[in-house]
Nanobody
Framework: QVQLVESGGGLVQAGGFLRRPCAAS????????MGWYRQAPGKQRELVAG???????NYADSVKGRFTISRDNAKNTVYLQMDSLKPGDTAVYYC???????????????WGQGTLVTVSS
């Protein structure tokens, strides 16, 4: 069993920042890709940022230059630094990881519990 635990959400004013760690725990052999998704009211869930085990990153166009994703493989943790926040960033944010479990080896896609980020104008 593998769990992702997010922290760092909440209410912030436009122009402000948040740092979102997400830690994986459980029967983990290795973690391939990790990422953050978000879902705003009435919209589909979308990829915000992703990072491979080797550190290659990709971002949604809407957050490029404002958000930074990073990871600490030794701690099985991914971080999302969210700067210059806008009201349009308001959404429930979900952490995601592609995990290879300890024996018997299984590939799992694991999701965090989701945390609301509200950006006020």
């Amino acid at each position: 069993q593998v769990q992702l635990v997010e922290s760092g959400g909440g209410l912030v004013q436009a122009g402000g920042f948040l740092r979102r760690p997400c830690a994986a725990s459980g029967s983990i052999f290795s973690i391939n890709s990790m990422g953050w998704y978000r879902q705003a009211p009435g919209k589909q869930r979308e990829l915000v940022a992703g990072i491979t085990r080797g550190g290659i990153t990709n971002y949604a166009d809407s957050v490029k230059g404002r958000f930074t994703i990073s990871r600490d493989n030794a701690k099985n943790t991914v971080y999302l630094q969210m700067d210059s926040l806008k009201p349009g960033d308001t959404a429930v944010y979900y952490c995601n990881a592609a995990v290879l479990t300890t024996p018997p080896f299984r590939n799992l896609e694991v999701w965090g519990q989701g945390t609301l980020v509200t950006v006020s104008s």
